[in-house]
């Protein structure tokens, strides 16, 4: 008896996009995790601004920078993030209803993002009012 599985190796996993869509969603959730991580340090630093008498400006102005080094660095990885879900929509055509779904969330979210994440917003609302357009039956076109 033949215990051996004969898997299609030269067939990828997954299809193409995925990996990209899957990237990109952990990438753009983590420029909300940035943000929030600046804003549990920023309100402390704030209080203790308030709390203390005029701190050595130049140590004053570094603290308040280094707080916003996790929304930076969040910054970044979403808009990579972007560019990841982007391709996997646009290009690979990847939209399985997982993905349009947090595509719809994030693409809402980006519209407050002016100018260059209400354009993109746009777009993938766009593009995403497309794919539930119906289709006209395969057959049909076929016979054109």
Known sequence: ?????????????????????????VFQALSFVG???TLLMILPLFFSFASTPA???????????ATFLPAALGSFLGLVGMVMMLIALFKDEYHPTWFRTVLW???ILWLFSFPVGTVLGV??????NKLNEPRPPQESINRL
């Open 1 to 25: 008896m033949n215990m051996h599985h004969n898997y299609d190796r030269d067939k990828p996993a997954y299809p193409p996009g995925h990996k990209l869509a899957v990237w990109g969603v």
């Open 35 to 37: 943000t929030f991580i």
């Open 55 to 65: 701190d050595d400006p130049v140590s004053a102005s570094m603290r308040l920078s």
């Open 105 to 107: 969330i994030f693409a």
């Open 123 to 128: 777009m993938i609302i766009i593009q995403l």
